[in-house]
């Protein structure tokens, strides 16, 4: 199978594009994607389609290239995406703890990405590890995955902020990627 992630990852993403650049940002980035060979309207397409992890990857390229986003913007780009989602604030916001979350994530990345594995082999009074091995998308998703994590956490009901560290990182050359994530409640 083609290592892949569903439409719906992508969806916050152009919503976040639209609001900092309006529906010419959102269209440049979907018109630079078929300039590069990806046709990939997700606007258009059902959610839960897979789409190529490599279109992903184009994806952030082309918010750098083309729109001069570092990974500040990315990592806002991240923080905002769940936030947006209905569902995302609904499932997270039943659960009782953060623990009860943090052990439901790793099921949650395998709706999503058909690649990797996504881990939380420590969880204590707010803190927890989360360790993502076999994906390598581009270094700025590493920031985006930063502020998804801290946004994510964010939604869980008693969490006031959230404060994602990325200690290990493949593009350093570490074995996986290892975000430490701390809230206060």
């Not at 309006?22 to 897979?50: P, Q, S």
Request: hydrophobic letters at 35%; glycine letters at 8%; proline letters at 4%.
């Amino acid at each position: 199978m083609t290592p892949s992630t569903r439409v719906a990852t992508f969806l916050p993403n152009l919503d976040y594009i639209r609001l900092k650049r309006g529906e010419y940002g959102e269209k440049l980035v979907i018109n630079e994607l078929l300039k590069r060979g990806y046709n990939y309207d997700f606007r258009h397409m059902d959610k839960m389609a897979w789409v190529p992890i490599k279109v992903r990857k184009e994806f952030m390229q082309i918010l750098n290239e083309e729109l001069g986003w570092g990974n500040d913007k990315i990592y806002d780009m991240g923080y905002f995406a769940p936030q947006k989602s209905p569902i995302m604030k609904f499932f997270f916001g039943l659960f009782l703890s953060v623990n009860t979350a943090f052990s439901n994530a790793p099921k949650m990345w395998e709706k999503h990405y058909n690649i990797g594995r996504l881990e939380v082999p420590e969880m204590g009074k707010n803190r927890a590890i989360m360790v993502l091995k076999n994906v390598d998308i581009h270094p700025l998703y590493c920031e985006y995955l930063r502020g998804y994590f801290a946004g994510t956490t964010e939604l869980v009901r008693g969490v006031k902020s959230a404060h994602v560290e990325e200690n290990k990182c493949t593009f350093r050359g570490d074995e996986h990627h290892e975000y430490v994530v701390t809230w206060n409640e």
